[in-house]
């Protein structure tokens, strides 16, 4: 079978309009990217679309489409570079498994697909993990740079907070990495129940517990670590200071370097800047609550 693959670019405000009007011509998905580096859109605010200023919308179609037809359907949207392409069906699952392969993270934590065998050395974490609906394989920048911050510092009998756990990934590897107790937060339902199959298959569900935001038990907390927009970071931050303890570490991901010093200054008159780590724009901070 013939798929039709249509790619343009337009302004953010008109991509949900540009969305719908592909949508209702029949196209079977549409997708947004940040058209200056292919940065996808990951974990978001309920009822939020954040777009960037210029944004590429790809649309794959089952019946033919033409760019006669697309011009008359959003005559009245600005849009730019309209380029259509085919493919042809084929096993998608197969496709997209064949691609990938182990990561690492440091010298010990690996994460591996179900379907791939890997014979680990001694001292390596195993954790198994499938990309899946709920934020965090491991692929990105933001959970590489938890990951390695995870595998470096000693986690042994420490008491760990996840927030904003999505898959469970940063919550399994803390618990695999010796903590005592990790508590496992996110809004999303659908994150907690992943969390929680990932940690059972992992083997480490007895050192993970999930919990809405409003529900948070008060305990001892070592570490608090949160792979979140730097947007959501600024909006928690009253909340962290609330969970951790003084002399707590707080460890913050999903920070572009454009926006690092709002973050800094926004938790500057509460906690004392530890480090900062960064790898390909984005940005980790280690803070100390005073």
């Not at 760019?67 to 730019?80: A, Q």
């Not at 992943?194 to 008060?218: A, G, L, Q």
């Not at 931050?237 to 303890?245: A, E, L, M, S, T």
Request: aromatic fraction near 10%; hydrophobic fraction near 40%; proline fraction near 3%.
């Amino acid at each position: 079978m013939l798929w039709y693959n249509l790619e343009l670019s337009c302004q953010k405000e008109k991509a949900i309009e540009i969305e719908e009007f592909l949508l209702g011509y029949g196209a079977s998905s549409v997708s947004f990217t940040y058209q200056n580096n292919n940065e996808e859109f990951y974990e978001l605010k309920p009822d939020e679309t954040p777009l960037w200023e210029l944004v590429k919308i790809s649309a794959i179609f089952e019946n033919k489409i033409s760019k006669s037809d697309i011009h008359k359907i959003l005559e009245k949207s600005d849009y730019l570079n309209l380029f259509i392409s085919t493919f042809e069906d084929r096993n998608w699952v197969k496709s997209y498994q064949k691609n990938l392969t182990p990561m690492q993270f440091g010298d010990r934590v690996w994460i591996i697909p179900s379907w791939l065998e890997h014979k680990p050395t001694p001292g390596d974490i195993i954790i198994k993990m499938d990309p899946g609906m709920a934020f965090g394989s491991g692929t990105h920048e933001t959970t590489r740079l938890c990951l390695e911050y995870l595998e470096k510092n000693n986690l042994k009998d420490q008491h760990v907070v996840d927030y904003g756990c999505g898959s469970g990934i940063l919550s399994i590897a803390s618990a695999a990495l010796g903590a005592k107790r990790v508590i496992s937060v996110d809004i999303d339902p659908c994150a907690l129940e992943s969390t929680m199959e990932n940690s059972r298959n992992n083997c480490v569900s007895d050192k993970i517990s999930t919990f809405f935001p409003d529900k948070i038990p008060n305990s001892k907390v070592d570490l608090l670590i949160a792979n979140i927009f730097s947007n959501v970071l600024i909006d928690l931050r009253d909340k962290f200071i609330k969970i951790v303890d003084s002399r707590s570490t707080v460890v913050l991901s999903g920070i572009m370097e454009n926006q690092l010093t709002t973050i800094v200054e926004s938790y500057g008159n509460f906690f004392k800047l530890k480090n900062i780590t960064s790898k390909n724009n984005w940005c980790l901070v280690e803070l100390i609550k005073k």
